[in-house]
């Protein structure tokens, strides 16, 4: 499901490209030069450079790897002309016959539009109280014209100048969040001008960040429901875990850790304790009960519906997920299920070490850990590696 580049220079060409401009923004900040849009940094140009054009067009990425890879030779030998004891013109002049030589890449390519909250990141952490919160706004403001489901069939989608878009397809996976931010409250419009949505600048921004929570959860069971996949990997929802008499915990707070989230209730296949996952069950607040002795309970009405969102179900009893070192929803166990299977590994790569050593035949679970370690996941998210 996760498609990335074969080529091994091209992952590192674009994150550079994202660090380079983060880091350039941390610094304008860090000088006051940078100002604010939306309670962060606020980016400061029109355009940015663009990680999704260079993965389409691995040409212009080659062109613009062998310009930097000519610029880093021009510093040098202009390091090396300061340095040495008698000013070597020669070497000077070689520097302008370098940059005229570089394939510079084309920058229509290489430039994209950019917003102020471009480099901006979810303060959120897919929080399930958001994503409830979330969808109690796209109920009021958004479901009209995206429907129900978000697939852009609301009953007042034919009135508006342009038809919806179908958030429940990739389209919320390669925007950036920020970008999402800034559409959502200033609106967008077409190349002529004419607004193609509204601006929904009543809301706050902790609000809107819900919003983007829930249409992420719902985009993510909608298109498990259409094609059997994620259209794109999902973070774990956080929310908080009690642990028999232990101080409470977020689910965050395993990160390096695998987890396996099950909710609790009838179907269910009995669950042994394996030390290679966290087991942590998930229960509706109004269904609590005493837990055996060592389990992790969530009991959250909302964590309950954020994972039936993402699982595209209502039937939610019985569920499993395994979820990665890294915090993403991996698998998916239906209710009832003795064993685990490669088809309920639901967010895949095509670039995993598929010589790992595999777990024995018998052993489901461990066959599919094995896999989730040898692929771990590598996301493209406005197109630069997250």
Request: net charge neutral; proline share 7%.
């Given at each position: 499901m996760i498609r990335t580049p074969d080529a091994g220079w091209l992952d590192p060409l674009v994150w550079g490209l994202q660090a380079a401009q983060e880091g350039l923004l941390g610094l304008l900040d860090w000088a006051g030069l940078a100002g604010t849009s939306h309670g962060?940094?606020?980016w400061p140009w029109a355009l940015r450079l663009s990680g999704e054009n260079l993965l389409?067009?691995?040409g212009q990425a080659r062109r613009l790897a062998l310009t930097l890879l000519v610029l880093a030779l021009a510093a040098l030998v202009l390091l090396l002309a300061a340095l040495w004891?008698?000013?070597r013109w020669f070497l000077i002049a070689a520097v302008p016959l370098l940059l005229v030589a570089a394939p510079w890449p084309q920058a229509a390519v290489l430039f994209v539009p950019a917003v102020p909250t471009s480099f901006h990141r979810s303060p959120t952490g897919f929080d399930v109280a958001s994503i409830a919160r979330g969808g109690e706004l796209y109920a009021q403001h958004c479901a009209a014209c995206h429907g129900v489901d978000g697939r852009g069939q609301g009953p007042l989608a034919a009135a508006q100048p342009v038809w919806p878009p179908d958030l429940a397809g990739p389209l919320l996976w390669r925007r950036a969040d920020g970008e999402l931010l800034w559409h959502l409250l200033h609106g967008m419009k077409d190349r002529h001008g004419a607004a193609t949505m509204p601006a929904f600048a009543q809301f706050g921004d902790d609000d809107a960040w819900a919003l983007i929570d829930f249409m992420k959860a719902q985009a993510a069971g909608q298109s498990?429901?259409?094609?059997?996949v994620w259209a794109g990997?999902?973070?774990?929802?956080?929310?908080?875990?009690?642990?028999?008499?232990?101080?409470l915990r977020r689910l965050s707070g395993w990160r390096g850790q695998r987890l396996r989230i099950v909710a609790a209730g009838t179907p269910q296949a009995a669950l042994r304790e394996d030390?290679?996952?966290v087991t942590v069950l998930l229960r509706r607040e109004d269904e609590r009960a005493s837990s055996p002795a060592g389990e992790c309970v969530a009991e959250s009405t909302a964590a309950w519906n954020a994972f039936a969102l993402i699982a595209g179900t209502g039937q939610l009893a019985g569920t499993q997920w395994l979820v990665d070192r890294d915090g993403w929803l991996r698998a998916l166990g239906s209710p009832g299920q003795a064993a685990w299977s490669e088809d309920d590994l639901l967010c895949r790569t095509e670039t995993g070490d598929r010589s790992a050593p595999m777990a024995p035949p018998d052993d489901s679970l461990g066959a599919l850990i094995a896999r989730m370690d040898a692929e771990p996941v590598r996301f493209l998210k406005g197109g630069f590696v997250r």
């Amino acid at each position: 499901m996760i498609r990335t580049p074969d080529a091994g220079w091209l992952d590192p060409l674009v994150w550079g490209l994202q660090a380079a401009q983060e880091g350039l923004l941390g610094l304008l900040d860090w000088a006051g030069l940078a100002g604010t849009s939306h309670g962060q940094a606020a980016w400061p140009w029109a355009l940015r450079l663009s990680g999704e054009n260079l993965l389409i067009d691995a040409g212009q990425a080659r062109r613009l790897a062998l310009t930097l890879l000519v610029l880093a030779l021009a510093a040098l030998v202009l390091l090396l002309a300061a340095l040495w004891r008698k000013p070597r013109w020669f070497l000077i002049a070689a520097v302008p016959l370098l940059l005229v030589a570089a394939p510079w890449p084309q920058a229509a390519v290489l430039f994209v539009p950019a917003v102020p909250t471009s480099f901006h990141r979810s303060p959120t952490g897919f929080d399930v109280a958001s994503i409830a919160r979330g969808g109690e706004l796209y109920a009021q403001h958004c479901a009209a014209c995206h429907g129900v489901d978000g697939r852009g069939q609301g009953p007042l989608a034919a009135a508006q100048p342009v038809w919806p878009p179908d958030l429940a397809g990739p389209l919320l996976w390669r925007r950036a969040d920020g970008e999402l931010l800034w559409h959502l409250l200033h609106g967008m419009k077409d190349r002529h001008g004419a607004a193609t949505m509204p601006a929904f600048a009543q809301f706050g921004d902790d609000d809107a960040w819900a919003l983007i929570d829930f249409m992420k959860a719902q985009a993510a069971g909608q298109s498990l429901r259409a094609t059997g996949v994620w259209a794109g990997p999902v973070h774990l929802p956080d929310v908080e875990v009690r642990c028999e008499s232990r101080p409470l915990r977020r689910l965050s707070g395993w990160r390096g850790q695998r987890l396996r989230i099950v909710a609790a209730g009838t179907p269910q296949a009995a669950l042994r304790e394996d030390p290679r996952v966290v087991t942590v069950l998930l229960r509706r607040e109004d269904e609590r009960a005493s837990s055996p002795a060592g389990e992790c309970v969530a009991e959250s009405t909302a964590a309950w519906n954020a994972f039936a969102l993402i699982a595209g179900t209502g039937q939610l009893a019985g569920t499993q997920w395994l979820v990665d070192r890294d915090g993403w929803l991996r698998a998916l166990g239906s209710p009832g299920q003795a064993a685990w299977s490669e088809d309920d590994l639901l967010c895949r790569t095509e670039t995993g070490d598929r010589s790992a050593p595999m777990a024995p035949p018998d052993d489901s679970l461990g066959a599919l850990i094995a896999r989730m370690d040898a692929e771990p996941v590598r996301f493209l998210k406005g197109g630069f590696v997250r």
